[in-house]
């Protein structure tokens, strides 16, 4: 069982940025992916962005070049860096991992985009 925990949400002004982490419990390395999901209420979760082992990453049309997801394998944390942040960010984002067999979700961490 690898355990996902989410920190970093909160709440910022728009076009604020903040950095939310992932910390897995165990080693990330044989992770084939792990990315970002997101749910504002009302509405059905969505991937935000992902990384791929390889490296690659892709995200949804609606946060490219605002948002980055990034891993790092040494530290078994993924981040995603959120910029020119928008009141339509605002949801939970869950993290998310994929062994190729199993898969992993975090409990959440809320970002809201308020002034």
């Known amino acids: 069982q690898v355990q996902l925990v989410e920190s970093g949400g909160g709440l910022v002004q728009p076009g604020g940025s903040l950095r939310p982490s992932c910390a897995a419990s165990?080693?990330?390395?044989?992770?084939?992916?792990m990315g970002w999901y997101r749910q504002a209420p009302g509405k059905q979760r969505e991937l935000v962005g992902r990384v791929f082992s390889g490296g690659s990453t892709n995200y949804v049309d609606s946060v490219k070049g605002r948002f980055t997801v990034s891993r790092d394998n040494a530290k078994n944390t993924l981040y995603l860096q959120m910029n020119s942040l928008k009141p339509e960010d605002t949801a939970v984002y869950y993290c998310?991992?994929?062994?190729?067999?199993?898969?992993?979700w975090g409990q959440g961490t809320q970002v809201t985009v308020s002034s």
């Open positions: 998310r991992a994929w062994t190729g067999f199993y898969e992993y």
């Open positions: 165990g080693s990330i390395v044989r992770m084939i992916v």
